[in-house]
């Protein structure tokens, strides 16, 4: 069990038999009454969240997480294919559960599945992943305007912005956070 005390962002928690991450915890001792926490907090299943205020000392439970490294596979359409990379064992997670991953998925690409009541409820990509682009505007020399982007399709179907100065079948870096440009990779 958590109390208030413990709660934190990043601290994974269970409601009502549902598990939830912490987004933003504020602790507030006003000059009348009791101390409360001021939480939002997302659902790990559904994605949505919620807002409450918990009082000093209230309880909550910790949720039965397992997290696992996986290998990315394949798409057979309507689910994604993992694959345990201890024991060999094939996973399918709903295409629904994947929007947010969709676009970073490459073949072979390592992840970390993390797993509530054996059911797969969140995929962990790795910060960067490095992509080939398939198609983009060719880039003229003197393009070196700081900030200048221009959009370019990736080997995974998805479009990034990337500087002015990346061409066609140049491998990229691109931050799976926040989806931006890093760096230009050498083959």
């Given amino acids: 069990m958590y109390t208030t005390k413990d709660f934190r962002k990043n601290l994974k928690i269970e409601i009502d038999g549902e598990p939830f991450v912490i987004v933003e915890a504020t602790h507030v001792k006003p000059g009348k ?8 907090y997302k659902s790990l299943i559904t994605g949505r969240v919620l807002s409450k205020n918990f009082r000093s000392g209230d309880k909550v439970s910790k949720p039965e997480l397992e997290e696992r490294d996986m290998q990315y596979l394949y798409n057979d359409g309507e689910s994604y294919v993992f694959m345990d990379t201890s024991s060999y064992d094939q ?4 295409a629904e559960a994947m929007e947010e991953a969709k676009p970073y998925l490459k ?21 960067f992943v490095v992509m080939e682009v398939t198609y983009t505007e060719p880039g003229f020399k003197g393009d070196t305007a ?3 982007t221009k959009p370019a399709e990736v080997d995974t179907g998805a479009s990034f912005n990337v500087p002015l100065y ?19 990779v050498k083959k």
Avoid at 33 to 40: E, N, S, Y
Avoid at 107 to 127: K, Q
Avoid at 167 to 177: A, F, M, Y
Wanted: aromatic share 6%.
């Fill in 91 to 94: 996973i399918n997670i709903p």
């Fill in 33 to 40: 009454g009791v101390a409360f926490v001021k939480t939002k």
């Fill in 146 to 148: 700081t900030g200048v």
């Fill in 166 to 184: 990346i061409n066609q079948g140049e491998l990229i870096k691109i931050d799976t956070r926040t989806g931006d440009f890093v760096e230009r």
């Fill in 107 to 127: 073949d072979n690409l390592e992840v970390s599945v993390l797993f509530h009541n054996n059911r797969a409820i969140n995929v962990d990509l790795p910060n």
